[in-house]
């Protein structure tokens, strides 16, 4: 059975185009820090629709992604 973790942009910057491609910002980990939650599933749905959550609560625009871990 597939486990699905999101995982979160760590620093919080828009991509810019005229960024060298190793500084697109894109950087994802899942703690951001000692508060923060590893949160894994067992299906699809749920992470895609916590990720929603936590994208649209963030003032930062944050990216959050959903990637298959096992």
Known sequence: MPTYRIYKQLIPAPLDEKDPHWAKR??????????????????LHQ?????????DADPTSRIYEVRQIH
């Open 26 to 43: 894109q950087v994802c980990v899942a703690k951001l820090n000692e508060q923060d939650s590893i949160d894994d599933f067992n299906d």
């Open 47 to 55: 992470p895609e629709q916590y990720a929603q959550q936590l994208s």
